[in-house]
């Protein structure tokens, strides 16, 4: 199946590890030119040298995503380097829980400027460009528990669920210029969020993988290309009727749909 991505300027925050480099790497082997950022500027530099290694265009721009003027510099040199922006993956983020009466005002604030305010930025810094191409493709990435928040699961899900929302808000508004919004609830996905855990708890990451994996009815925790599988589908041109919709990618966790 041709996706029909050659050519197509995709923006992809976060992707230096995990989800976010492997929806970089599919989206560019699919012939998108790729603009990738992170904070860190090394592994930046390591996953551009490996998206240009496959024959790709591809730009890094070291960027905190929780930053309004990031954010803008991040789309500007999209536009600067590759004339436009088509697709926008706004992946970055972590997971951030505790017991409600724990979490301060500061992260709150952290987790709001990473989760939402990024991506409410850097969607409306691309629409403009999107609109002057004749459409385009926006994908939030969030977790399943947004849908279904549990206890001890704050700032997070509170976050995810008002992604969630403007995503579904955005998708209608946006429908009248082409530009198709969709969101991705992540359960648990192979990353470097799981093994930077294992390596501060000091246990084997398979072991800690294992372990998460028995409360997945599929038996096992996804992978991060399963993952880039499911968004390089929904930024592509075969989703041409697909907005306003939210897919889990669970292995069948979620207990809604
Ligand atoms: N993996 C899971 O099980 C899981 C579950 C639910 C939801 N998710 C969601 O899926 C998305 C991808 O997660 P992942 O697990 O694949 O991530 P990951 O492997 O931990 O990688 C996170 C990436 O985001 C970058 N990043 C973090 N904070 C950033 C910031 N403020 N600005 C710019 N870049 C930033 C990191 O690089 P730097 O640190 O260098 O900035 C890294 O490239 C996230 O939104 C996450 O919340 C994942």
């Known amino acids: 199946m041709d996706l029909g991505l050659t050519g197509k300027v995709a923006i992809i925050t976060g992707a230096t ?21 992170a904070r860190g500027r090394e592994r930046l530099d390591d996953v551009v040298a490996k998206l240009r290694a496959t024959g790709a265009e591809a730009i890094g721009v070291q960027a905190d995503v929780g930053q309004a003027a990031d954010c803008e ?9 590759f ?20 979490v301060t005002d500061e992260t709150w604030q952290a987790d709001l400027d990473l989760k939402l305010f990024a991506a409410v930025r850097l969607c ?52 009248p210029d082409g530009i198709l919004v969709n969101t991705v609830c992540i359960g648990l996905v192979r990353a470097g969020q799981h093994d930077a855990r294992a390596a501060r708890q000091g246990v084997d990451a398979e072991a800690l993988y294992e372990d998460m994996g028995r409360t997945v009815p599929l038996g096992r925790v996804g992978r991060a290309d399963e993952a880039a599988d499911v968004i390089a589908f929904l930024v592509s041109e075969r989703a041409s009727f697909v907005t306003g919709s939210s897919i889990n990618i669970d292995g069948g966790a979620s207990a809604v749909f």
Do not use: H, Y
């Not at 590890?17 to 950022?37: D, F, H, N, P, S």
């Not at 004339?83 to 724990?102: K, P, Y």
């Not at 926006?138 to 700032?155: C, L, S």
């Open 17 to 37: 590890q995990g989800i976010g480099q492997a929806t970089a790497m599919k989206l560019a082997g699919e012939g998108a030119r790729v603009v990738i950022c």
């Open 83 to 102: 004339g436009g922006v088509d697709i926008l993956v706004n992946n970055a983020g972590t997971a951030q829980v505790g017991a409600f009466e724990s």
């Open 124 to 175: 409306r810094l691309a629409i403009p460009s999107m609109r002057a191409r004749g459409g385009g493709r926006i994908v939030n990435v969030t977790n399943i528990g947004a849908k279904q928040p549990a206890a001890r699961t704050m700032p997070t899900t509170v976050s995810r669920a008002a992604g969630q929302a403007m995503s579904k808000a955005l998708s209608k508004e946006l429908a």
């Open 73 to 81: 510099r991040l789309v500007a040199e999209a536009v600067s380097a």
